[in-house]
């Protein structure tokens, strides 16, 4: 299936810990995203990757650190994790030009 | 911060209704977008409208800008049980296509 794929689709840890969260597109998608969606459902930007380029780094942590291997994956790794961390985190894709973007199912991370 | 505010946050119809929800923004835009979030999934892309167009028609969705008023409205027809789900606005203001996304409204279509 042609898609944004996340993994894992849950994730509970403990306070201090360190987890990554991955993103795959098969979309053959230039740039790629990281939202993250609080319980009020409120959904804010954290990174964006235009062909492993960072071109989008709102004001986050350091603790939350993306990669790009390559232009179709996009990674999350958050060191330290805190009980604020708990959230839906979304990848995203969109084609250069074309400003819709598609989005992954979404990680369901929560901090204990 | 946070750019678009939409109304109203929960609104519930029955099938068959139409439903209406507005959006407000802020500051200037290249386009306007509406997503859907059904309950524990993610985002779908509804309809992209420019700042230079005035409205817009997919399906059973009718999509209306207003740049004057920094305003937006999303029209669904003849609404089913289906669309039960949350809506939300996003401006796309910038060159590298960062969205700011409104709180969205929570629209619930009873059979």
């Known amino acids: 299936d042609t898609a944004v794929s996340q993994t894992p689709k849950y994730l509970v840890t403990q306070m201090g810990n360190d987890k990554s969260i991955k993103c795959e597109q098969n979309?053959?998608?230039?740039?790629m995203y990281w939202y993250k969606q609080d319980s009020k459902k409120f959904l804010k930007i954290m990174f964006s990757?235009?062909?492993?380029?960072?071109?989008i780094n709102e004001t986050v942590p350091n603790r939350f650190s993306p990669k790009s291997p390559d232009k179709a994956h996009l990674n999350l790794h958050i060191n330290s994790l805190e009980l604020g961390d708990s959230a839906v985190y979304f990848c995203?894709?969109?084609?250069?030009?074309?400003?819709?973007?598609?989005f992954g199912p979404g990680t369901r991370l929560t901090v204990t | 911060s946070q750019q678009g505010e939409e109304d109203p946050q929960a609104l519930s119809i029955q099938e068959g209704e139409n439903a209406t929800m507005n959006c407000s923004y802020k500051?200037?835009?290249?386009?306007l977008q509406w997503y859907r979030q059904n309950s524990g999934r993610g985002l779908v892309h509804l309809i992209l409208?420019?700042?230079?167009?005035r409205e817009k028609h997919s399906g059973r969705l009718r999509v209306t800008l207003d740049t004057s008023k920094k305003s937006s409205s999303l029209l669904i027809t003849a609404s089913r049980a289906a669309d039960t789900a949350s809506y939300f606005c996003?401006?796309?203001?910038?060159?590298?296509?960062?969205?700011?996304f409104g709180q969205g409204t929570t629209l619930q279509v009873k059979p």
């Open positions: 409208i420019r700042s230079n167009e």
């Open positions: 996003a401006t796309d203001g910038s060159w590298t296509g960062k969205l700011i």
């Open positions: 500051t200037s835009i290249n386009n």
């Open positions: 990757y235009n062909n492993k380029e960072l071109i």
């Open positions: 979309l053959g998608h230039d740039t």
């Open positions: 995203a894709s969109s084609p250069t030009g074309v400003r819709e973007q598609y």
